[in-house]
């Protein structure tokens, strides 16, 4: 199983970035997709998740309202539309996969980075 994230990059206070998670693997079955960020010298902190079959959505309060997560179940793929970034966005965006329905994320992506200068 492979999650291929991208979208990051440098952008101003108050801009807009859009990245994209494509999950592919011959054995891949979604349970859950998320997005977590790890800031410089910080924990790695949950940002949103979309369950596979229901469709639910939640966000972590420090992004609602200006985060969207939203997904094309046929190509495997979630996006996060960011508006109104603040320099505390600023981190490296990772996606992952809850595969095993057992409560874990047990595929992670890369990482994307998003810089946002004030």
């Known amino acids: 199983v492979q999650l291929q994230a991208s979208g990051g990059g440098l952008v101003q206070a108050g801009g807009s970035l859009r990245l994209s998670c494509a999950a592919s693997?011959?054995?891949?079955?979604?349970?859950?997709m998320a997005w977590f960020r790890q800031a410089p010298g910080k924990e790695r902190e949950f940002v949103s998740v979309?369950?596979?079959?229901?469709?639910?959505?939640f966000y972590a309060d420090s992004v609602k309202g200006r985060f969207t997560l939203s997904r094309d179940n046929d190509k495997n793929t979630v996006y996060l539309q960011m508006n109104s970034l603040k320099p505390e966005d600023t981190a490296v965006y990772y996606c992952a996969v809850d595969g095993l329905g057992r409560g874990n994320y047990d595929y992670w992506g890369q990482g994307t980075l998003v810089t946002v200068s004030s």
């Open positions: 693997g011959l054995s891949l079955v979604i349970y859950r």
């Open positions: 979309i369950t596979w079959t229901g469709g639910k959505i």
